[in-house]
């Protein structure tokens, strides 16, 4: 499966952005997926992910109540809307695809990322 993230930008701390990451492949729907990120000097960290079957879900501590990650399958695509945007949110944002749950830090599966900055 391959995928490619968008959606990322500059935003204010408090706002908010929608990630979203097209995935190609006919058998998108039987992955686990995730979005990863990586700020400058920091280690990677699993942000959410969302398994295949029952649709169950997963967040970092750092962001529990603040980010939200969907799938269509029907679209190939998963999204993480990231409301309440902290400084330490800015990073590159990737998603990834596994047969596992939750995902790694280094998925089998991962394409480009989409920058997320977010201003104090």
């Known amino acids: 499966v391959q995928l490619q993230a968008s959606g990322g930008g500059l935003v204010q701390a408090g706002g908010s952005l929608r990630l979203s990451c097209a995935a190609s492949?006919?058998?998108?729907?039987?992955?686990?997926m995730g979005w990863v990120r990586q700020a400058p000097g920091k280690e990677r960290e699993l942000v959410a992910a969302?398994?295949?079957?029952?649709?169950?879900?997963y967040y970092a501590d750092s962001v529990k109540g603040r980010f939200t990650i969907s799938r269509e399958n029907f679209k190939n695509t998963v999204y993480l809307q990231m409301n309440s945007l902290k400084s330490e949110d800015t990073a590159v944002y990737y998603c990834?695809?596994?047969?596992?749950?939750?995902?790694?830090?280094?998925?089998?599966?991962w394409g480009q990322g989409t920058l997320v900055t977010v201003s104090s």
């Open positions: 990834g695809a596994d047969h596992r749950f939750p995902l790694t830090t280094t998925p089998p599966y």
């Open positions: 492949g006919r058998t998108f729907s039987i992955y686990d």
């Open positions: 969302i398994a295949w079957g029952d649709g169950t879900t």
